[in-house]
Structure formats: C-alpha cells, structure tokens
C-alpha cells in the first residue's frame, strides 16, 4: 500500500492538467530572453525618474498652493481697501467729536484757573496773618516801652518842677532847672507823638489781621464751591469725551486692522513670487538609457509600424514542451553586444515602457512560482485523498 502511495504522490501530480499549464507558463517566462524586454532600468535612471516623479508632485502641490494662495490675495486685497475705504470717515468723525468735546470743557479753563488762584492766595493767607500777627506784637512792645518812659519823663519833670517852686521860694536862680524842666518837655512831646504813630500802626493791623482771619476761613468753602463747578462742568463734557474716545478706539482698530491687511498681502504676494519661480523651474532632464540589445531602432520596412525584436527566440507554442524554450544566447549577434549608435527619440521613449514591461514580468514569474508550489501541494493532498 506504501509503494502505491509512493507511486501516486510520485506520478499523478505531474499528470494534473492544472499543474502542467501552470508549470509551462512559469518555465516559459523564466526563459524569455531578457534583450526582448529590454535593458532594466539603471540605479542612476530609477533616481532620476524618481526625482522627476517628484518634481512633477511638487509642481502640482505648488500650483494648488499659488491657487489657494491668489485666492485668499483677492479676498484680503478687498478687505484691505474696505478698511482704507473707512479711515477717512472715522477720521472726519473723530474730529468732529473733539469739536464738541471742545465746546463742552470750554468752561473748565477758567475755572480751573480760578481754583489754582484761590489755592494760591488762600495758602499765603497764613504766613500773612502770622506776619502781621508777629509785627502787631513788635508794635505793641514798643509802645508799651514808649508809654513807659513817657511815664518816667512825666515823673522826673513834676519832681523838678517841685523844686524849682522851692528854688523860687528861697531866692535861687532857677535857670539850668527850668532849661531842664523844658527839655523834659520837647521829650515828652516827642514820646507822645511815637505813641500815638505806634497806635496808629496798630489800629490799622488789627483790623487787617481780621480780614485776613475771615479770608482764611471763608477758603474752604469757596473751594468747595469752585470744585463743584468743575465737577458739573466735567460731568456735562463726559459723553463728549466718551464719544471722543470710542471715536479714537475705532480708528485705531481700524487702522491696525489696515496694517494687518498690509502684511498679509505682503506676505502673500512673496509667497506667489516664491512658488511662481517653482513652477518656472525646469524638470530634470530625462535620462540618456542605454539602447536595448535587439531592438532594431528603425522601423521595418512595410505596412507594419511596431518595431521588430531580433535575437529572441519564439514563444512556446504549447505549455506542454516548457524544455523546448531556448536560453538567452551565450554569444548574442553583434547587434547585441553594444547599444544601437543610430536610436532614434522615438526608440529612447519606448525604452522607459519595455523596462517597465519586465518589472510586470518579474511579478508574474513570481505570482507563476507560487502558482506552481500551490498546484503541486494540491495534487498531493488529491493523491493521498
């Protein structure tokens, strides 16, 4: 039973038709000959296509931005001139407001100045009533000191006076004493008329010191009276003055908004600048590939336009001979051996395609390779069934 097994697992997945395709097709394509695919591309032209590939992504990425970009340029250069649009308007509404303002503190000037006077004058009013206060007691002293030797000169006078009557009484001369009785005389005259000067100077301080006594005390009131004019006065100029600095509040914003404005479409247009010398920026230049071995260059004479492929051998007719398909030539023709002098553009462009071709032919041997390994499992797991 183990040697009929054997001879199953042996012999009867090489007969399943699925797996004879399969193996065919992949034993054919693992023997196409590489010139009929043309040259694989260099590590120096995949680099270059990639960059290519890349620049081609930049370019479009740069367009979509410098649209989004001239986009949002339009709609910040119109609100830019509606904002400038506004400015002069604001302005004129601002001074305007400063007339009325102007108008309403119109009374303020005086009466501040009034109020500066008042503060001035009431606070002299103290070092005057104590200078004053400071001469009527000098005054004062010196007429008591005048007072008191007036009484003295009286005294000395009436003593004499006494003693020339007894000088007369006993037959004196009384000459020099009556020379001294009238100089006591011209001096009490002369201390009579002191006193009443000092008198006069003292009469007049008083009631000046009296004055200035009620001045000061009248001050705080006044200056309250005057600081409730200004109060009044300030608060009929407030909505002026509130309106005045809205007014100002919104130029101000105003022209930062305009000032925004300008930058950003400043920064704007660099950034168009900047992307516009991207898009003006050439792409890398395409490659120089090899010529493919094989591949003639001119196209064959005839109503046939697809170039020929010479040094290949022919595809298998039938996936049953898969050991009929000749290996790639161990010495190619000459045609083979160097790269065609004479390409043409046309035969360049088609070079990129046939490399591509064998990177999808690679895939298929490998999708045929596991094609194949899948049949074989198959058909054994049939035969032991």
């Known amino acids: 039973m183990q040697t009929v097994i054997f001879k199953e697992e042996e012999d009867t997945p090489m007969k399943h038709p699925s797996y004879l395709a399969v193996a065919a097709a992949a034993a054919t394509a693992m023997f196409i000959p590489a010139a009929a695919l043309g040259a694989p591309a260099t590590s120096t032209s995949l680099t270059s296509n990639l960059s290519r590939a890349g620049a081609d992504t930049n370019r479009d990425k740069a367009a979509e931005e410098k649209a989004t970009a001239e986009a949002e340029l339009a709609r910040v250069t119109a609100d830019l001139a509606a904002e400038k649009a506004k400015v002069p308007s604001l302005e004129e509404d601002l001074a305007a407001a400063r007339q009325r ?12 100045a009034q109020q500066q006077e008042l503060s001035t004058e009431c606070g002299k009013i103290g070092p005057a009533i104590a200078s004053q206060e400071k001469k009527l007691a000098q005054l004062q002293a010196t007429l008591k000191e005048v007072q008191e030797t007036e009484y003295a000169t009286i005294d000395e006078k009436n003593a004499l006076v006494v003693k020339r009557t007894q000088m007369q009484q006993a037959g004196a001369d009384v000459t020099e004493i009556s020379a001294q009785i009238d100089a006591l005389e011209k001096k009490l ?5 002191q006193q009443q000067q000092l008198n006069t100077q003292i009469y007049t301080l008083k009631p000046l010191i009296e004055e200035l006594r009620g001045a000061q005390a009248q001050c705080p009131a006044m200056e309250a009276e005057l600081a409730q004019q200004i109060k009044d006065a300030e608060a009929a100029a407030a909505p002026a003055r ?37 898009l003006a920026r050439p792409l890398p ?9 094989g ?4 196209p064959p004479a005839g109503p046939v336009a697809t170039p020929a492929i010479t040094g290949a051998p022919a595809a298998p007719s039938a996936p049953a001979a898969p050991a009929t398909a000749a290996p790639a030539p161990t010495n190619p023709p000459a045609v083979a051996t160097a790269p065609t002098a004479t390409a043409t553009p046309k035969a360049n462009a088609a070079k990129p395609q046939l490399a591509h071709s064998g990177a999808e032919l690679g895939s298929a041997i490998g999708a045929a390779t596991v094609l194949l390994g899948a049949g074989g499992a198959l058909a054994i797991r049939r035969a032991r069934n």
């Open 101 to 112: 303002l102007a108008y309403q503190e119109a009374p303020l000037a005086p009466l501040r």
């Open 189 to 193: 005259e002369q201390l009579r008329t």
């Open 242 to 278: 509130a309106e005045v600095a809205e007014k100002a509040k919104s130029l101000e914003a105003a022209q930062a908004r305009v000032a925004t404005l300008t930058e950003r479409v400043a920064a704007l247009e660099k950034k168009i600048a900047e992307l516009n010398e991207v």
């Open 285 to 293: 230049a395409q490659p120089a590939q090899p010529s493919t071995p």
């Open 295 to 298: 591949v003639t260059t001119t």
